[in-house]
């Protein structure tokens, strides 16, 4: 005989332990025990049997993994959570005597630091493991940055989000790691490929106080922000130390109190004493764009030996991007001035698709941000794909490569308000610069574009023709660029013609038309007498389908709403769609029907459920692609073209 | 009673009297001595003087003050007692307080009082001690002031500055393996076309659907927002649920239990089994050929006779119509009762007779329908009329049990619509089983009990019931294809019976709450049950009293099942709703093979009346025809 297990002495019931249990073992208070789990990344788990790991008992509790618990008991943190209520009660203590001096000097002296390192190491043990959990630390700390101040959130912690996400704005554009962007309605999402392939997706709100609900704990999220930002911390200093920057970087103080945004930080080399920042640059640049544009036509040899006589000693140990920017600035800069010269723009010679390549997509364009318009994400973009000169009007801050909204070596301005010259859109869509230099209020020899052509452009990979982006114009729409094409619906693909049909059918008469269809498959079947076949029965069918259809549409140009559909009609659609469902589909359909017979209870479940969830998607999208007939019809036949158009 | 004293300092003890000594010794030993003790210095005490006779006469005249006739230890003499110590020895007699005028409920005085006193009790001066500066506290004051002149303590020194941010992953460490139990969160799903600020127009929400995400709970959306579109950017407001969308996902982390659940990312049709095509395994019945009309309300029976050219029916307007197969015309018909429905029909199995049996009621009619050759009806005359004589004689004996039915001759009109002899066997008959050489045939009564199974001899007009004892409401009986084995199915058992040993066999257990009908594969090793629980069950009687296979299919109750016994793999089975499902199932004479089953065809075309559908169907002898019975009033050919 087999020995006798034990009960309740290995698998479930010893594997888990219930939240209540724990928090008595590890003798802490339950926020106390909250914060660990949230600086550990310890989470409950669902044990496979609840009422083993529960002891016989079915309520529902809280299980957590019991190893994960008897670890905490380890752990350095949980020291200090004790050390600090001792602290705590001393301090006490002392203000309660009104012993002042005291108290401060324990302030200073013996306050337990809770210092979260550690946790970091041993959570991501390697670079990439952090990488990929920095999805949500990025999300989270974008939006302290920009939350109010209040007693549960000190001052401290929003500055520190904030200057996080300036370091990890800087890493992103200098090391052009930036591939995606999208205009949602919460926000703006970014991705980025940092570390050799590993691909962080985070979502930056709009620019707009947050709506902060009273059900929303603050302690919890105070918690999770204290340990991204540390993470966040740790990973930056990597990714600087990586690409030879000091970290953490300088931060000048004048230009961000005058709002410099991204300028305020100086980043400087490591080893190296004086060295060009980011403000710096931008300052070349400008000076360079002063210069007369005749000067920007020497010839690129001279050039490069000009700035190597500029500053002899930096060559050695200027940076690497800075020296690449100049670089690449002369490289293009024939084409750029050729391209300002001409009238049209449009067909651009753009570099092979590399990711490097992706980083140079405005490399050689100025850009220029009316008032109007968000200046950081345009700013992080911008810079991200390579744009070195970008203006901004003096209200949205100072840094700006030219402040001066009639700068002649400025190619593009983004705008975002309604036009106040008449029909824009008209000539926009032939010729938008010529029709540029004839409107009021605008300069000649640059394009006027919305935000979104920016976001296109970048997600397309290649510089749009702006004429659709034109101010005031109807935007197309914009769409995600992690939407893989061919799944679910493709809203730029053209619709197939047929099925049209029964598409109107669908929207203008009964809307179950599906479930008639299946009604008749199941119904009895009218006798097939060896005499007549199914096939001229059809023929008429289609004849009158197709005669339905040009009634109907006809209807439909002259305005009228269809006519109502009839009993008659009703029974001759009946027969249509019987009809339709050739004898063959009919056969492989009873053919799968039968086959089910056959299956085991549990697969044939599995199978119905398979089914189901993808008739279900399949629903949604042909839901989708419904209301997109209808409007295709509602706007006329015409306007079909838009979207092919957009396909080249 | 002793006089107050008063405790002065120069009080004397003069006055003190003398005690005697003696302890607790009774005086009378001493009555031979002159004393009477010794005092507290050890003298004698003397025994005073007693009076003379004269004396005692006066003192018992006259008594004197405080006698108590008592002897006093001490002095020896006569023990007087004053008025007040008589009056406290009263009061001590009554339980009284001896002394007079206490009071024993006076107001209690307060010598230590429950407050504390100010001044010390103690008047003591402070030590010099207290005054002067301690020598061991300078000593290590001196210490620690050398200390810090030395250097090797400072004062107030800040702390030792730990740089911020390090590079912790400098050992490079190697990735560790993943363990089980570690279940990284899952990341968030990249944004949609629909969470753009500029949709394509399609994803807007109509009104309705706009109202229906507004009223379901916010637990139940599907999405957290609805699609909106803004002609531009500048148009966009702040989103109002960041905040708590940020919370949430802070919950989910740290809250939300982990599992891992097995996406299954394949394609449903890979589920489905490899069977092979029905095309491959053709032929079978597919489309209905003929349909035979005539019967008013339900056909309940249908039968084919062994030369596959007749069918007969059986309704429930009493009436046995013969057909001929291909054309779909009636031949003949007989009313076998007037209100009664003719439960079941079935032809004799032979080529060298025609005769049918129809249940009706409680009787068994046999017939001799007359569209049959000369010969052959001579052939069947024969058959049923040799059995009469020989019951004549039978009957005689009294001893033998009543017989469980009744042989007797048709009226005239009867005879003469073909009907040759009625068997009545008193309890409803529902269904008729002929032996395969068409001697012998069974009927079944469920209402029955222990006679709901009889068998019938045509030769000698004999019936018998087999079973003693009811076990249950007995269904259907079959005999096997081409053993002495009668198989009895039950609601829910079918019990295999041995009639040369005359014994149980084998109880087969189906599971099926009840069955409706059973069908025996020619090969004789396999069965398939129907039941009105919907289940088909294929049985192998060599493996098991299990079935081998057990298909649910049909959406109601399974009225019939039935094997091709002409050598063709086919078997069905009708249903009530109002379908006949074609299989093709092929045993194999291998023993270790199991048996194919390929569901072959759905064949739709009879109406469901009264939530009744096919009541029987019947395989052609040969050909793949399938012959089905309505509940609509028709029967059908299916080729």
């Known amino acids: 005989m087999a020995k006798i297990k034990k009960k309740g002495v290995s698998g479930n019931a010893k594997n888990f332990i219930t939240r209540t249990q724990a928090v008595r073992k590890l003798q802490v208070s339950l ?26 008992s079915t309520h529902s509790t809280t299980f957590y993994y019991t190893k994960d618990i008897q670890y905490l008991l380890h752990e350095p943190v949980l020291q200090k959570f004790r050390d600090h209520k001792a602290f705590a009660k001393k301090l006490q203590k002392a203000l309660g005597r009104g012993d002042f001096s005291d108290a401060k000097r324990l302030e200073t002296t013996q ?55 300036k370091e990890w704005a800087h890493y992103v554009i200098r090391t052009g790691a930036l591939r995606k962007s999208f205009l949602s309605i919460k926000g703006i999402y970014y991705q980025a490929e940092v570390g050799g392939g590993q691909e962080v997706l985070w979502l930056v709100p ?27 911390g740790f990973v930056l200093f990597r990714l600087y130390a990586i690409e030879g920057l000091v970290y953490p970087p300088r931060l000048d103080k004048d230009t961000d109190e005058n709002a410099g945004g991204l300028g305020a930080f100086k980043i400087e080399s ?26 920007q036509m020497t010839t690129l040899g001279a050039k490069i030996a000009s700035l190597s006589n500029e500053d002899p000693t930096a060559t050695a140990i200027t940076e690497p991007e800075q020296e690449e920017g100049t670089l690449r600035e002369d490289l293009t800069i024939d084409t750029f001035t050729l391209a300002a010269s001409s009238s049209d723009m449009l067909p651009q010679p753009t570099l092979p698709q590399t990711t490097s390549a992706s980083a140079t997509l405005f490399s050689n364009t100025t850009f220029y941000l009316s008032r109007e318009t968000p200046r950081e994400p345009l700013e992080f973009l911008l810079r991200s794909f390579g744009c070195k000169r970008i203006g901004w009007d003096g209200v949205l801050g100072a840094g700006a490569y030219t402040e001066d909204p009639s700068d002649t070596s400025v190619t593009h301005q983004i705008v975002d308000r309604p036009p106040t010259f008449p029909s824009p859109a008209a000539e926009d869509d032939s010729a938008p610069s010529a029709s540029a230099t004839t409107t009021v209020g605008r300069f000649p020899g640059r394009i006027y574009v919305q935000p979104q052509y920016v976001w296109d452009c970048i997600n397309a990979g290649r510089l749009l023709p702006p004429g659709e982006y034109a101010p005031g114009a109807l935007l197309p729409p914009h769409l995600s660029p992690w939407v893989k094409p061919g799944e679910g619906y493709d809203p730029i693909a053209t619709l197939p013609d047929v099925e049209h049909s029964e598409e109107e059918e669908g929207v203008e008469g009964s809307d179950n038309g599906m479930q008639e269809d299946l009604v008749s498959g199941s119904e009895s079947e009218p006798i097939p007498t060896p005499s007549t076949t199914a096939a001229p029965i059809e023929d008429e069918s289609s004849e009158e389908e197709d005669d339905d259809y040009q009634r109907e549409l006809a209807a439909e140009v002259a305005g009228a709403k269809p006519p109502a559909p009839s009993e008659q009609d009703k029974k001759k659609q009946k027969k249509k769609s019987k009809a339709k469902m050739s004898r063959q589909q009919r056969e492989e359909e009873d053919q799968k029907e039968m086959k089910k017979i056959m299956m085991s209870r549990r697969k044939r479940k599995l199978y119905e459920k398979m089914l189901y969830s993808n008739a279900r998607k399949e629903g949604e999208v042909e839901e989708l692609k419904r209301k997109r007939r209808r409007l295709d019809g509602g706007r006329g036949k015409g306007k079909k073209e838009r979207r092919g158009g957009e396909e080249v | 009673m002793y006089p107050e004293i008063d405790p002065v300092y120069d009080s004397d003890d003069t006055d003190v009297e003398e005690t005697n000594t003696i302890g607790n010794i009774p005086l009378e030993f001493y009555d031979e001595c002159p004393h009477i003790g010794y005092d507290i210095n050890g003298k004698k005490i003397m025994r005073p003087a007693k009076g003379a006779a004269l004396d005692a006469l006066l003192d018992s005249i006259e008594v004197p003050r405080g006698w108590t006739g008592m002897t006093d230890r001490n002095t020896g003499g006569d023990l007087m007692l004053t008025q007040e110590e008589l009056e406290m020895v009263r009061r001590i007699q009554m339980g009284e307080v001896p002394v007079d005028g206490y009071d024993p409920y006076a107001p209690m005085v307060e010598y230590f009082t429950s407050k504390t006193e100010v001044m010390p009790l103690s008047a003591a001066p402070e030590p010099k001690r207290r005054f002067i500066p301690s020598k061991h506290e300078a000593k290590r004051v001196m210490k620690i002031v050398k200390a810090i002149r030395e250097g090797r303590i400072v004062p107030n020194k800040p702390k030792q500055e730990e740089p911020q941010f390090y590079d912790i992953w400098a050992d490079d460490a190697p990735p560790r393996p993943d363990h089980i139990m570690n279940i990284p969160a899952p990341k968030l799903p990249p944004p949609t076309h629909d969470e753009s600020y500029n949709p394509p127009e399609e994803y807007l929400p109509t009104e309705v659907e706009k109202k229906a995400w507004e009223e379901l709970d916010p637990e139940d959306r599907d999405k957290d927002y609805l699609p909106r579109k803004h002609s531009a950017l500048r148009l966009v407001p702040g989103y109002d649920g960041f905040v708590k969308e940020r919370f949430e996902r802070c919950l989910d982390l740290y809250l939300a239990p982990r599992v891992r659940r097995n996406k299954l990312n394949i394609d449903p049709e890979s589920l489905l089994p490899k069977l092979p095509s029905p095309q491959e395994l053709k032929p079978f019945p597919t489309t209905t050929a003929t349909v035979y009309r005539g019967h008013e309300g339900k056909v309940r029976t249908i039968s084919i006779d062994s030369s596959g050219v007749w069918l007969a029916t059986g309704g429930d307007d009493g009436t046995v119509r013969i057909w001929e197969i291909l054309t779909g015309r009636e031949v003949w018909k007989v009313k076998l009762g007037e209100d009664e429905s003719v439960n079941t029909v079935k032809w004799r199995p032979g080529r060298e007779a025609g005769i049918l049996a129809a249940a009706a009621g409680d009787d068994v009619y046999l017939i001799i329908p007359p569209i049959f050759d000369h010969e052959t009806e001579a052939a069947s005359k024969e058959l049923l009329s040799v059995g009469w004589g020989y019951a004549e004689v039978v009957k005689g004996d009294p001893l033998k049990k009543e017989p469980p039915a009744k042989w007797s001759k048709p009226s005239d009109k009867l005879a003469d619509a073909g009907v040759a002899a009625i068997v009545t066997v008193r309890v409803l008959v529902k269904h008729i089983a002929w032996h395969r050489r ?24 004999q019936s018998q019931s087999p079973f003693r004892k009811s076990k249950g409401i007995i269904q259907r009986v079959e005999f096997h294809p081409f053993r002495p084995v009668l198989f009895v199915a039950t609601q829910r058992y079918i019990r295999t019976y041995d009639l040369a040993k005359q014994e149980l066999a084998k109880t087969l257990q189906p599971g099926s709450r009840w069955i409706s009908s059973f069908d025996v594969h020619s090969g004789g090793d396999n069965l398939i049950v129907g039941s009105y629980d919907k289940r088909l069950l294929w049985h192998d009687l060599d493996l098991s009293t299990k079935p081998y296979r057990t298909l649910r299919y049909h959406q109601k109750a399974i009225r019939s099942v039935k094997y091709h016994q002409g050598g063709l793999p086919l078997f069905c089975s009708a249903s009530d709703d109002g379908t006949v499902q074609v299989f093709h199932g092929k045993v194999f004479g291998d023993l270790m093979e199991n048996a194919l089953i390929v569901p072959l065809k759905v064949l739709r075309g009879h109406a469901v009346k009264q939530a009744l559908g096919v009541l029987d169907v019947e395989w052609h002898p040969k050909e793949c025809w399938l012959f089905s019975a309505g509940a609509d009033g028709t029967a059908r050919l299916w080729n």
């Open chain 1, 31 to 56: 926020p106390d025990f909250r914060r660990l789990c949230i600086f550990k990344g310890i989470y409950p788990r669902e044990p496979r049997n609840k009422k083993k790991a529960n002891k016989g």
């Open chain 1, 111 to 165: 306050k337990p630091v809770v210092r979260l390192e550690h946790i970091v190491k041993e959570r991501y043990p390697t670079f990439t493991d952090a990488l990929r959990d920095l999805d949500d630390a990025l999300s989270m700390i974008h939006l302290f940055a920009s939350l109010p101040t209040n007693e549960n959130l000190p001052p401290a912690t929003v500055a520190n989000c904030a200057r996080l996400a």
């Open chain 1, 206 to 232: 709009y620019a707009f106080a947050q709506n902060v609900p009273v059900d929303v704990d603050f302690r919890i999220m105070h918690t999770f922000v204290e340990f991204y930002t540390t993470l966040v």
């Open chain 1, 270 to 295: 490591r080893g190296v004493a004086g060295l060009l920042t980011a403000g710096d640059e931008e300052k070349r640049g400008e000076e360079a764009g002063k210069k007369d544009v005749s000067k």
């Open chain 2, 438 to 461: 068409g001697d012998y045939f069974a009927t079944v009564s469920p209402e029955g009990q222990n006679r709901a199974v009889a068998i019938h001899q045509l030769s000698k007009h």
